[in-house]
């Protein structure tokens, strides 16, 4: 059944009479799982009220682009980013016309614009404005540039004309949106994902440990699970809703991580090494509270067992996906551990950054393999980890055919 869980979905309403039925959108789109924002036109706010899709959306209404409060709550460009889809419905023809043109006069048609997001557009207008000539050549436009389409459905208008340009029913516009997710680029394979912090215990009440919240490779198991994919996480300790679909294994500790990842070997063509794994442990567990004594003390540590470098030496082999958390000479280190670690492929994150990497909503990185890299704009995490699904489906679909691997 199609689902939406986990997906931050912006709804753009244009002004059309369609646009009564964005309510029973919106509403369709919560039920199946998704967070819905809104953002309405001008136009749009003659044939509905933003109070009614407040009210259904759970979320204050966005309607403008230059409102200083508004922008504080939250601005053009975070809307932008926290969007998983956009999805227009009713779009009408001015505002594909807007879109095809690149305009950027209103908030919505800015949001277009600024988004990395897939843009899902669910068309209604009059029949004889669907068929005009500007019309079917704006449309072609949008398609070549990626845009998706939903609809019109044909049948009678609300101006007595029969013919294309009615809205799609909520329902089959809902469906669509979830079906966009589902790619089908990774269908069949067996993709193992670490993601999290690992902990590692001092005593029986303190741990050392780090700051990785686990939402980039949560995202990335939602978006191995929309690609076909048989996904499992191996997961440190955080505090996230685990994808429909996927299995979770929870761990600890470095070695815990380790040990559940060399159990799944067996059954995995692509292995993701997300987690923040600590490098040292205390050389000792001490079994009672470590009592506070001299000034100073010294802690010993020990290198713990580098988790993506077994598993890349290791006689099954998946495809072997490493990421890079640096704070400085990001591309260098992160080639550099590329051909240390033997890996497939390696995401460079730079985490001197607050506002992206470790525990952030959003992240920017360069995606390197041996003979190319791609860099990825800053976007949300779970548009990052489509990206990455989408470049490591390309790049072990190349070893399919004996050029990596
Ligand atoms: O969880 P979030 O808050 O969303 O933050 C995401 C993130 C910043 C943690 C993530 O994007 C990220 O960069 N993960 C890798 C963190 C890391 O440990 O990087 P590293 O450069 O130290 O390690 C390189 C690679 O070796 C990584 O794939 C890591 O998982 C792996 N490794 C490291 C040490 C070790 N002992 N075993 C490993 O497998």
Known sequence: ??????????????????????????????????????????????????????????????????????????????????????????????????????RADDLLATVALATAAPVLLAPAMNQQMWRDKATTANITTLTARGYSMVGPASGEQACGDVGPGRMAQPEVIAAAAAALFETGLLAGKRVVITAGPTVEALDPVRYISNRSSGKMGYALAQ????????????????????????????????????????????????????????????????????????????????????IVATVAASEYRPFTVGFAAET?????????????????????????????????????????????????ALTGKGSMARQIIQLIAREHGAGDTGQSN
Not at 42 to 66: D, M
Not at 241 to 267: G, I, Q, T, W
């Open 1 to 102: 059944m199609a689902h939406l869980f986990n997906r931050n979905v912006l709804v753009g309403v244009s002004g059309g009479i369609a646009a009564y039925k964005s309510a029973e959108l919106v509403r369709q789109l919560q039920e199946i799982g998704a967070s819905v924002r809104v953002i309405m036109t001008r136009g749009a706010r003659e044939f509905i009220t933003p109070l009614t899709l407040q009210a259904l959306s759970g979320n204050p209404v966005h309607t403008e682009l230059l409102d200083t409060e508004a922008e504080l709550g939250m601005s053009h460009i975070e809307l932008a980013r926290w969007a998983d889809l956009l999805l227009i419905a009713p779009a009408t023809a001015d505002l594909l016309a807007r879109l095809a043109a690149g």
């Open 223 to 306: 978006a191995a699970v929309d690609a076909g994919a048989r996904t499992t996480l191996v997961s440190g300790p955080v505090n996230l809703p685990v994808p429909d679909h996927a299995r979770l294994v929870k761990v600890v500790s470095a070695n815990d991580m380790l040990e559940e990842c060399l159990a799944l070997l067996p059954e995995c063509d692509i292995f993701i090494a997300c987690a923040a794994v600590a490098d040292y442990r205390p050389a000792a567990i001490e079994q009672q509270k470590i009592k506070k004594g001299p000034e100073q003390i010294t802690l010993q540590l020990v290198r713990n067992p580098d």
């Open 328 to 376: 400085n000479d990001l591309l260098a280190h992160a080639r550099s551990k590329l051909s240390r670690k033997r890996l497939n492929m390696i995401v460079a994150n730079d985490v001197s950054d607050n506002s992206i990497g470790f525990n952030s909503d959003n992240n920017e990185a360069t995606v390197l393999w041996p003979d190319g890299e791609q860099a990825i």
